[in-house]
């Protein structure tokens, strides 16, 4: 220590020590390195600090009711959207791995045609399935579909024209999710919940669900990033079927009866309380406190939403969930869970479904990963059109990016970033419609182009959120989904 500043703190400690008559004291293991007195409170000190102390206690429980009032709104309490959306909740459908446009969604007769020719990027190769078409509209859909072919082309609205900003499968899965690839940001899910906040605040307000674990870039997909926590995706694995494994500490596993779960959290309540007062607003405080109180309230909605015994047989063979294709039943159960999610007030629900990055063997892998879900995907579409809940819920299906119209390996194809489709149901969109094009070979997107961002903005529009002007801020600026691209949504699709 230097000397001078020793000098200064033995005077002041010399001064204390006659005004308070207080003694040095050794515990015997330091010899002559005698305690500072300014180190300790004197005895008014004390009697003030154990004072405020109990005061705090008091004031943490007269917080009580507001702090439960918190935890069943706060955050999640329902808002209003800017203006009046033509839907109330979204289901994102993400089909993970790239899935080829030219050979689900987008027909190219001219590649066809050039058939075996070649480029300066390689062997054109053909489109791997026929395509018809479908329903009273006449949209022109793949053959990998045949359910949703004949029983929900009339209610797609297909964009042809997608593009994005890279071929790199996580950057791209980011971008489509968050906006971004470069810095954390919330989720398209996290933005939704924070702008209309959630109808059931016994259950998660955005949900995202992949069978099997995380999917590429992982819980980046469904973060809040600088948001409060409220607002992250709750991952579930649909594989599972206890609610104990399908959402993870549900229930505690020593407290058995409600009440005393309900008498620790009072406790834990107040306890934050007071840690809460010592420091400025921590936003993962909050989140924690009300991950506490959701987990337990959630123990009843959450059981019985996920509770798929009480589904009628039609409705399980609608979907596929009686199949003998393993995987088929795997996204039925996924689907039907988002359905039972949807109708109870959960705002967004995010599907996945993986295996669409084929560099070669598309037309058996392709048909395997279609046979997978064309089956759930339109039992989920009618379902939700017989329940009258289509016309106000969101339904979009997107990929990170689309494929290449020259072939890689053996009967596959790269990546492209320039070109992909998206689909889009419900909500307000109008069926039976096509929006945009490729060029000839599908290479690139060419008429009306839509890139990721004013796909999100799409999203946001049919909820009622103008996209530039739902921000949140964080490090003394406004963020959006959108970011600073200055997107604007697609309202020609919209009836």
Known sequence: MNKAVKAAVCSVGRRNLNKRKLMFWNCGNHPGQELNPLLYPSRRDF??????????????????????????????????????????????????????????????????????????????????????????????MSSIWPELASKCADDLCVIRSMWTDVPAHEEATKIMTTGDFRLPKPSIGAWVTYGLGSDNQNLPAFVAMNPGGFPSAGNANWQSAFMPGAYQGTYVDPTNTRIEQIIENIKGQFIGSSAEQRQQLDLLSKLNEIHKQKRQADGQLDARIQSFELAYRMQTDATEAFDLTKEPDHILKLYGADSMDRAQATQARQFIIARRLLERGVKFVQCWNGGWDMHGGILAAG?????????????????????????????????????????????????????FSSWLAGGGVKGGTIYGATDELGGAAVENKVHVHEFHSTILHALGFDS????????????????????????????
Do not use: M
């Not at 016309?391 to 390996?409: Q, W």
């Not at 739902?470 to 009836?495: E, M, N």
């Open 47 to 140: 009697l003030n600090r154990v004072g405020t102390g109990f005061g705090a206690l008091a004031l943490a429980s007269l917080f009580a009711d507001d702090a439960k009032a918190q935890a069943s709104g706060g955050l999640l309490a329902p808002k209003q959207p800017h203006y009046p959306g033509t839907a109330k909740r979204v289901c994102h459908i993400y089909q993970s791995g790239a899935q080829s446009h030219i050979d689900t969604w987008d027909p190219k007769p001219e590649l066809n045609k050039a058939e075996g020719k070649s480029t300066g990027r390689g062997r054109l190769l053909p489109t791997q399935f026929e395509f018809t078409k479908s329903g009273q509209s006449g949209v022109e």
């Open 367 to 419: 048909k395997a990963r279609a046979g997978a879900i064309d089956k759930p995907i339109a039992g989920f579409l009618q379902d939700l059109k017989q329940r009258g809940l289509l016309k106000d819920t969101l339904v979009a299906s997107s990929t990170e990016f689309g494929r290449s119209s020259t072939e890689d390996n053996a009967g596959g194809r790269t990546h492209n970033a320039k070109a």
């Open 468 to 495: 530039e002007k739902l921000t949140f801020r964080s490090g003394g600026r406004d963020f959006r989904l959108t970011d600073v691209s200055g997107a604007q949504p697609v309202k020609s699709i919209f009836a």
